[in-house]
């Protein structure tokens, strides 16, 4: 009996003018996101970039199903155990913030399913073991943009410096990377606080913070709860620099913040300033591309480092899928180990934030071209690294 064969509109219409071979089968992406609750800043905007994938790749159909975890680490094991039992995804991508990524890597390992994380903690692919073998991911590790972050604090003459972040998964990698990094620079960390997304004050940490009079201070926060603490320092008047993370790259943040988001600067991935690239930057092209599409779809300014994490997370997929589906059908254990095998390898690939090269030690794959350092001012981004 043969496969059951269905063809997007797309792909009738490449067969009408190329010769091409019947589809062998559906291919079928999972993808779990926080489109509500206090991380859904960051899922709309990666369910955006998803809606404006392909979906055809070569002749076969690719359907992507999303699932709404609510910010809810339970929830998004619940949806990653779903789109493997009952929609029989090949690859999940997702979810949206760490805590609940990490929940996802041992069920991973056990359906032996392929996940590209749209979440950035290194903790998600490190250190390599069985169960993050089958866990992937396009965005930048923390020690990367710590890096980028802690160099521009030393060439502004920072000494000692103030730390506020979530009490979770991301605060902690941003917390032990800081304090690791800023005291080879010779940087004091002289007082580090923590709140939780769904604090309405962070009045407390605050008066400690100012309390420590440090040169500068780190907020590690995503999405719009990253507003919370650059507000309170700015309304108590806090004079000194402020860092926030990669994790704060959209406009809700910039909506929220206001005018207390003058002046802060993080390091970030390359598509947030696309048109500010060097035209000899191979990532410009890529970065710029995205953009267009994603403003063209969804309004001036739109454009968000969590659309371009869905985004490259897809443009690495795909390469992998092709070579995949040479050496089995999809909907099969075989093609998912295949694909597996096929995203650790992953070779100089481009996409809107770096370049990168995937390994079995090592299943991130970018390098210090993924960083670069960016200023809120006048309420838009500006490159000044």
């Known amino acids: 009996m043969k496969p059951r064969i269905r063809l997007t509109s797309g792909a009738l219409f490449s067969c009408a003018l190329l010769s091409c071979s019947p589809a062998i089968a559906d291919i079928n992406v999972g993808v779990v996101l926080s489109l509500t609750g206090p991380a859904a800043s960051l899922g709309v905007p990666a369910k955006n970039a998803i809606d404006l994938l392909p979906r055809e790749l070569g002749g076969e159909a690719i359907h992507y199903t999303v699932l709404d975890d609510a910010s809810d680490t339970t929830q998004a094991s619940r949806a990653f ?87 979770d998964a991301y605060g902690d990698s941003w917390l032990a990377e800081t304090r690791r990094q800023a005291e080879l620079a010779g940087i004091k960390l002289v007082a580090a606080e923590r709140y939780v997304k769904t604090d309405t004050s962070v009045t407390a940490q605050t008066l400690k913070l100012l309390g420590a009079r440090p040169d500068a201070i780190l907020v590690a926060a995503s999405g719009t709860p990253g507003a919370l603490p650059q507000k309170s320092l700015r309304e108590r008047g806090y004079p000194g620099g402020i860092y926030q993370t990669y994790g704060i790259a959209n406009r809700e943040f910039l909506r929220i913040a206001g005018k207390d988001a003058e002046g802060a600067v993080f390091a970030v991935g390359p598509v947030v300033v696309a048109s500010q690239l060097d035209a000899a930057n191979p990532i410009r092209a890529i970065a710029t591309d995205l953009t267009q599409r994603y403003e063209a779809a969804y309004g001036k300014d739109s454009m968000s480092v969590f659309a371009a994490n869905a985004w490259d997370a897809s443009i690495v997929l795909q390469q992998a899928l092709k070579a995949a589906r040479d050496s089995a059908k999809p909907g099969t254990p075989e093609f998912r180990s295949a694909l597996r095998d096929a995203l650790e390898a992953t070779r100089d690939v481009v996409t809107s934030q770096g370049i990168s090269t995937i390994s079995a030690s090592d299943h991130v794959g970018y390098d210090a071209r993924a960083a670069v350092m960016v200023q809120i001012k006048n309420g838009a981004w500006r490159y000044v690294q």
Not at 89 to 96: A, E, F, K, N, R
Not at 133 to 139: A, G, M, P, Q
Request: hydrophobic content about 50%; overall charge positive.
């Open 81 to 167: 155990r779903r789109l493997v039992d009952e929609h029989k995804v090949d690859v999940i991508l997702g979810t949206s913030v760490t805590p609940a990524t990490l929940a996802l890597v041992p069920i991973a390992h056990e359906k032996q399913v392929p996940l590209l994380s749209l979440a950035a903690s290194a903790k998600i692919v490190e250190p390599m073991d069985p169960q993050r073998r089958w866990v992937f991911k396009v965005i930048q590790n923390e020690n990367l943009m710590v890096a980028a972050t802690v160099a521009h604090m030393k060439a502004q003459g920072i000494k000692t410096l103030g730390y506020i972040g979530f009490a």
